[in-house]
């Protein structure tokens, strides 16, 4: 054997190749750490035969990521090249079967960690432009390479390529540090992308696809040293929300005028059937116009009227902007501390020709807000929660989601009308989801069907010790729904606890 393979102890070799286990292990805890002699990617060969190639960096967690099986010869470009094409593939088939645009103009994830098979390394496409991120310095010496086959050979669906590559550097305890890499740089201090209210394009020939055909104008931030200024994993949620606020579509059932209106622009169109995409876009384009002027000039005495979204730790605030572009009645109030993520809102809220009159904003610690919530006797029909992972608050001091989580839930709770809903999200892969559900007292026995036909339990249920473990739910409140993140952001099964980090759950009043 190559003296530069590591032998695996019996210990790293049972864990491995266990069978009672029925699963392969991706991701590895720092116990194993003194196995590696070295950080990188280390090949490696069991007792039984199997072999593979670990990515060892203790700055990343977990600090032992397995890149595959099967092989001992470590990642290059041929490797890096083949993995693009699958991730590449895999997104295109999500696209064919409506569950994912990639149409030009559009954000979406290619390269997600381990579940494309290169851990530590993510890419994300917006609009012209890719946005390389390592989390690792083992794809220091890839970036080069990566970024000349994005530019000059890579496409996706029908010949949609990119101009210009960023680099960003993610590693732990290092200011994060972005730059432009290869190609055009982007004009101005924003990229615009679009997100579509129905998630999908309409199909060029049959008029079909999205379910309404707006879309949302969004500006992305690479200098944002969190991030981009958009959360691309949350896309999917945010027209889950609305839809959970407002019901369908406001454009699936057009009233009278936009019926008059649909068949005013039809005239004018000799063959709509041979450009059904155009048409339709000039039709939701003008009706969205119709809505704005029904909804912000005829209704403005009617606030009672208007749903109540309450959107806390609201980041640039896109979720409120998702659910007010669809033309939906809603009133919304964001508190987030980051004046500056608050201001971006406006800008956001600016480039869809949206009004703010009816979308609060307050630059405030979220627990010292609930002091104004009381005070004012606020309700609301919908409440998003979407905290860090930790924070330290004047109110309440160190916060963790890990920890403390119910207690918010519990803050927050009695702002909620009747048969209203709290959709609350935990990001962390430090948390497992049932975990973090049986903490809330919502674990995975108590689905809202279940609970519906529940019966009261038995003394012999209340004996057990089991039960007596387990916080109790919230009085009077349903669990709907769980939540997660887009397809696009791809995982293992058998690693779904560290690659499915984002958790959420819908709980009805």
Partial sequence: MDKSVLRCSPALSKVLTSPANKRRYWSLSDSFLKEFPHKGFVPFECENGLNGVALVDDSISPPIRIVQYGSTETPNMVYVKKKLSEATKFREDLAATRQLDIERGSAFRLINDGGDDLPGLAIDIYNDYALIQTYTASWTNFVSSISKVLLNEWEIGKGRKIKGIYWKK??????????????????????????????????????????????????????????????????????????????????????????????????????????????????????????????????????????????????????????????????????????????????????????????????????????????????????????????????????TSKRHYRDLIEKVAPFVKRGGHIVAFVNTKNVREETWLNKLGFGPEESFEQKEQKSKPSPQETENEEEKDKPTPLEGWLKVANLTQDVDFRYKEEDERFSRYLKGIVLKK
Wanted: aromatic share 10%; glycine share 6%.
């Fill in 170 to 399: 993610r590693l732990r305890d290092q200011p994060q540090i972005v730059k432009h890499y290869a190609g055009e740089k982007v004009e101005g201090p924003f990229i615009e992308i679009i997100e579509r209210c129905g998630g999908l394009p309409i199909d060029d020939n049959s008029g079909v696809g999205g379910v309404d055909g707006l879309e949302t104008k969004i500006l992305v931030d690479f200098n944002d040293r969190n991030g981009t200024k958009l959360f691309l994993d949350q896309r999917r949620n945010r027209r889950y929300l609305a839809d959970l606020l407002c019901g369908p579509l406001i454009t699936e059932k057009p009233d009278e005028e936009g019926f008059k209106l649909r068949d005013a622009i039809l005239k004018t169109q000799k063959n709509p059937l041979e450009n059904s995409q155009q048409f339709h876009r000039k039709y939701m384009d003008e009706y969205r116009k119709l809505t704005k002027k029904n909804l912000f000039e005829k209704d403005e005495k009617k606030k009672g009227d208007y749903k109540r979204f309450l959107n806390l730790f609201a980041h640039t605030g896109v979720f409120s902007l998702s659910i007010a572009a669809r033309g939906h009645k809603v009133a919304t109030t964001n508190v987030d501390i980051s004046e500056d993520y608050l201001d971006h809102m406006k800008r956001n809220f600016a480039l869809n020709d949206l009004p703010m009159k009816f979308h609060k904003l307050a630059g405030s610690d979220v627990f010292a807000y609930f002091d104004k919530l009381e005070k004012y006797r606020d309700r609301y029909d919908l409440v998003l929660i979407d905290p860090p992972t930790l924070l330290k608050s004047s109110r309440f001091g160190l916060w």
